[in-house]
C-alpha cells in the first residue's frame, strides 16, 4: 500500500484512539470523583473501553503489521527508536492499567486513577509524535516525486 493511502488509514486510526482517549479521560474523572455513585459509573465505564484499550495495545503491537512498514522506511534509527519506545511503554501500561482495573472496586478505583491518567497522557503525546513522523514521511515522499 503506497505511503498516501497508509498514511490516510493511519489519520484516521489516530482520530478513533484520540476520541477514544476523550471517553478514557471523562471516566478517569468519574473514577476519581468523591461521589462514591460517580465512581461507580466511572468504574463501568473504564470496564466497557476495555476493548478499545485493547485495541490500542494492538496499534503498539503491530512493528510488522500490514499498514505501517511503508511508513516504517521513511525513518530514521532515533525516530523509529522513539516511537518503538513509546509503543513499548504504552502498551505496559495497557495492561498494567486492565490488570488493576479487574480488581477494583468503586471504593478502590481511585488508586488506579493516576495510572491511567499517565497512560492517558502517553497515549496523546504518542499520537501527536506519530502524526508529525506521518507529516515527515509525506514531506519527503512529495519531495522525491
Same mark, same amino acid.
Given at each position: 500500500?503506497? *505511503?498516501?493511502?497508509? =498514511?490516510?488509514?493511519?489519520?484516521?486510526?489516530?482520530?478513533?484512539? %484520540?476520541? *477514544?482517549?476523550?471517553?478514557?479521560?471523562?471516566? $478517569?474523572? +468519574?473514577?476519581?470523583?468523591?461521589?462514591?455513585?460517580?465512581?461507580?459509573?466511572? *468504574?463501568?465505564?473504564?470496564?466497557?473501553?476495555?476493548?478499545? #484499550?485493547?485495541?490500542? =495495545?494492538?496499534?503498539?503491537?503491530?512493528?510488522?503489521?500490514?499498514?505501517?512498514?511503508?511508513?516504517?522506511?521513511? %525513518?530514521?534509527?532515533?525516530?523509529?527508536?522513539?516511537?518503538?519506545?513509546?509503543?513499548?511503554?504504552?502498551?505496559?501500561?495497557? $495492561?498494567?492499567? %486492565?490488570?488493576?482495573? %479487574? &480488581?477494583?472496586?468503586?471504593?478502590?478505583?481511585?488508586?488506579?486513577?493516576?495510572?491511567?491518567?499517565? *497512560? $492517558?497522557?502517553?497515549?496523546?503525546?504518542?499520537?501527536?509524535?506519530?502524526?508529525? +513522523? #506521518?507529516? &515527515?514521511?509525506?514531506? $519527503?515522499?512529495?519531495?522525491?516525486?
Amino acid at each position: 500500500m503506497p *505511503l498516501r493511502e497508509t =498514511s490516510g488509514v493511519l489519520r484516521r486510526e489516530h482520530q478513533e484512539i %484520540l476520541r *477514544l482517549a476523550e471517553k478514557f479521560g471523562e471516566a $478517569l474523572a +468519574l473514577a476519581g470523583d468523591e461521589d462514591f455513585a460517580a465512581r461507580q459509573k466511572g *468504574l463501568a465505564e473504564l470496564r466497557a473501553l476495555r476493548p478499545g #484499550l485493547l485495541g490500542i =495495545s494492538r496499534h503498539c503491537a503491530c512493528d510488522g503489521g500490514t499498514l505501517e512498514p511503508p511508513y516504517f522506511c521513511h %525513518l530514521d534509527g532515533e525516530r523509529y527508536e522513539q516511537m518503538d519506545m513509546q509503543h513499548r511503554c504504552i502498551h505496559r501500561l495497557i $495492561l498494567v492499567f %486492565l490488570r488493576e482495573l %479487574l &480488581y477494583s472496586t468503586a471504593d478502590s478505583i481511585t488508586e488506579a486513577v493516576p495510572q491511567g491518567e499517565e *497512560l $492517558l497522557k502517553r497515549i496523546r503525546e504518542h499520537i501527536a509524535y506519530e502524526q508529525d +513522523l #506521518l507529516d &515527515y514521511a509525506e514531506e $519527503l515522499c512529495a519531495v522525491a516525486t
